[in-house]
């Protein structure tokens, strides 16, 4: 039996790209920091849907724990021909406002991101690709960032882990590909997170800077993971598909024009 193995899917964009999987029957199985979160949010996906899901907690320092998540995965009889890898360390620290000061920041805060969002994730690549190699079939899907190419401030660690993502997925793709596994990259702007929702006016990226109006939202994200996860793309790897509402195509948001137009205005009228 064909599942999905999804990363940090306990709640928000790995749960809502859970669901989809789920919602096209689908066998899924997620990870979180938190066991009991896991197994409430796979007990809510099973009783939804009707499928089978199961979760566990997984620390990104354990390979023996990533070992042992496939092994009981294996002895349900079912295949992990998906592993979205979603879950990542943020790299801002305890402060989301201030993130990393270049200046200040450890170099084990600093180096706890790229464990997380590049060694950890090629601990269970590796894992799952060692099955995916016996079926000569699977697909990579991982959830990047639209920051490895347009940084932030305060965030080099996870803009540099992403665009680290970006690379490994096509070096997987080239290493992988011969034993019919496709590996490909999601890059995600700005996403309509709670945390995102709960700052209201003071959201400094919004619909107001993208050329089409909006950001993005986890069935964005859903729908690009099943497109890339499936055979819908079976002719897709080492591809990235952007989902950023165009924000990164542009040389700089049109509101820049608005916001100098009204400037000039108010000094003419000084």
């Not at 009783?47 to 390979?63: Q, S």
């Not at 932030?152 to 070096?171: F, H, V």
Request: hydrophobic share 45%.
């Amino acid at each position: 039996m064909s599942a999905v193995l999804i990363t940090g899917a306990a709640s928000g964009t790995g749960y809502g790209i859970a669901r989809k999987f789920a919602e096209n029957g689908w066998d899924v199985f997620i990870t979180s920091r938190s066991a009991a979160s896991a197994a409430a949010s796979a007990a809510e996906l099973a009783k939804t849907y009707g499928v089978f899901a199961k979760g566990y907690e997984c620390d990104i320092r354990n390979e023996q724990q990533i070992i042992d998540i496939f092994a009981d995965i294996d002895a349900t009889g079912r295949f992990v021909e998906t592993v979205v890898l979603n879950a990542a360390d943020l790299g801002f620290g305890t402060d989301p406002a201030k993130g990393q000061d270049f200046f200040t920041v450890s170099v084990e805060e600093f180096q706890r991101v790229f464990e997380t969002n590049l060694v950890w994730n090629f601990m269970i690549v590796r894992q799952a690709a060692l099955r995916m190699r016996e079926h000569h079939h699977g697909s990579i899907v991982f959830i990047s960032s639209n920051t490895a190419y347009r940084a932030i401030p305060n965030r080099a660690a996870y803009c540099a882990s992403k665009g680290g993502i970006n690379a490994m997925a096509k070096a997987f793709a080239v290493d992988l590909g011969p034993y019919g596994i496709r590996c490909n990259a999601v890059l995600p702007g700005t996403i309509k997170t709670e945390r995102w929702v709960s700052m209201g006016s003071k959201q400094i990226v919004n619909g107001a800077l993208t050329p089409i109006g909006d950001i993005t939202d986890f069935e964005d994200i859903a729908n690009a993971a099943w497109y890339l996860g499936t055979d819908l793309s079976k002719n897709v790897t080492g591809t990235e598909l952007i989902l950023d509402g165009g924000m990164s195509c542009q040389l700089y948001p049109q509101l820049l024009n608005e916001l100098k137009r009204r400037e000039m205005a108010r000094e003419q009228d000084n």
